[in-house]
């Protein structure tokens, strides 16, 4: 029986993968990222202990229609990967199901993820948040070589992915990264799409609730054209954005 940390769950459609998903959002993340719209789910200790047989036991009470609306099971988070035995039986649930199953992830713990779970993954939702090292550490805490390593084994691999880049002013729009983005992306051969996720503030009354400062409170949603603009730098490398 393998537990897990579950912040959350929810039903989407169009933004977590194909068709309308069953989303498990797991607790504990190793990046703070300045625009995270979810920083209730930070911790560990937030979530409620679940097995993986209990989630998806709710999980086949949706799975005919998830079969039918094209959808399946997304694992996000939060990161995924700090719990990846736990993602790993949820996906093996999922495709006893016949379930097609998303790995939302920002690959910055990419390591974890073993063959046997990337064998049980349909489908990789890849965040690549900045292209420049010095300002994905300002934007994330983090670092970057981790994610464009697991990048390129998903790539060695034939893993589907799609990208996911969130613009935001000032931190992910210059042209230079994002064409070199677009380059690096095209090269990999497994990217069938781009989303370019437009900042936004939807989440700044959690950092009030939980009494943290949100660093880009001031911080404008990109204009259309902006947004325009680098999904077509992405399309003229070759790739579908939307």
């Not at 970057?144 to 000032?170: I, M, N």
Request: aromatic content about 8%; proline content about 6%.
């Amino acid at each position: 029986m393998t537990t897990g940390r579950l912040h959350s769950w929810d039903l989407s459609t169009g933004v977590d993968g194909p068709g309308t998903r069953f989303v498990a959002f797991l607790s504990g993340c190793p990046l703070r990222c300045l625009y995270c719209q979810n920083p209730d789910t930070w911790h560990m200790r937030d979530g409620k202990s679940s097995t993986a047989e209990d989630l998806l036991s709710t999980v086949a009470g949706f799975a005919g229609f998830l079969r039918a609306a094209g959808g399946g099971l997304t694992v996000s988070g939060g990161e995924p990967l700090l719990q990846p035995a736990f993602t790993r039986a949820l996906f093996a649930g999922a495709r006893g199901l016949d379930l097609h199953t998303a790995l939302d992830t920002s690959g910055a713990l990419g390591v974890r993820a073993d063959d046997t779970l990337l064998d049980l993954t349909s489908l990789v939702l890849l965040d690549i948040k900045c292209w420049d090292p010095a300002g994905y550490r300002r934007l994330t805490g983090g670092e970057l070589a981790p994610t464009l390593t697991f990048a390129r084994r998903l790539a060695e691999r034939g893993s589907p992915v799609w990208l996911r880049y969130v613009l935001v002013p000032g931190h992910t729009d210059n042209p230079d990264d994002v064409q070199a983005l677009a380059g690096f992306a095209a090269d990999l051969g497994n990217i069938e799409r781009v989303d370019v996720l437009p900042f936004h503030k939807l989440g700044a009354a959690k950092y009030e609730r939980l009494g943290l400062r949100f660093a880009l409170r001031d911080t404008p949603a990109p204009d259309p054209g902006l947004v325009e603009r680098v999904r077509a730098q992405f399309r003229e490398a070759g790739l579908k954005a939307v």
